[in-house]
């Protein structure tokens, strides 16, 4: 399915793609309005309405993936509740022994997250993702989504890398096109990114990823 011999450089999402989705939705769909209806004495049925108008309005920008955004526009605090929830946070079948194999065949990858500092540092503290990685970079601190050229073009000047024999594995379409956009050679998706939905019916114009296992590189398969 990859031909490994193509490439040089992994570049790797984390939520929806190594991790469960199923986390991020809980927390957005259904803790924070409950917790945001319990803070104001409101209605559950509005919280859910109100945020999800927020969440709308805001999707795909780096706002959107901002704890200190969320945390002034709903006079909540995010972080403590995230880690409040944090027992949820959960490995994709069979991700942690794709990074292994990774691992084991002498390949780095490098993890790329919209995802904000603090969340991956409570991630990693859950699941020890970061011991696969040579580095995690967070667009938060490029000051661009990956949905953005500046991101792809700052990670470059960061990390040297040869777009056309890169490999980008995100669940998020969005950020695919925009990657491919800039030049980035190999694309791939992920069918079923959040557990407790039904897996995707595809993934068009990228193909999916459905088991880790059947992309692992030969040395380590
Ligand atoms: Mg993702």
Not at 83 to 111: C, K, N, T, Y
């Amino acid at each position: 399915m990859i031909d490994w011999n193509e490439i040089d450089t992994v570049l790797l999402d984390m939520d929806g793609t190594l991790l469960d989705l199923a986390f991020d939705n809980f927390f957005w769909q259904q803790y924070v309005p409950e917790q945001y209806a319990l803070a104001r004495g409101i209605p559950e049925e509005r919280a859910h309405r109100l945020i999800g108008e927020w969440v709308h309005s805001h999707q795909g920008t780096l706002k959107w993936y901002c704890l200190d955004f969320w945390t002034g526009e709903l006079d909540l605090d995010v972080a403590a509740l995230k880690r409040g929830v944090a027992h949820r946070i959960a490995w994709r079948p069979g991700a942690e022994r794709f990074l292994q194999g990774l691992h084991d065949s002498g390949r780095e990858p490098i993890m790329v997250t919209n995802a904000h500092p603090e969340v991956v540092r409570l991630k990693a503290e859950r699941t020890g993702i970061e011991r696969y990685f040579r580095h995690l970079v967070c667009s938060h601190d490029y000051r661009a989504a990956k949905e953005e050229q500046t991101f792809w073009e700052t990670l470059r000047g960061e990390h040297e890398f040869d777009p056309a024999r890169t490999l980008l594995v995100d669940d998020s379409l969005p950020v695919l096109a925009s990657a491919r956009h800039y030049g980035i050679g190999h694309l791939w998706s992920i069918l079923h990114p959040d557990s407790s939905l039904p897996p995707r019916e595809h993934t068009r114009p990228f193909p999916a990823i459905d088991r880790f296992e059947t992309l692992l590189p030969d040395e380590a398969s």
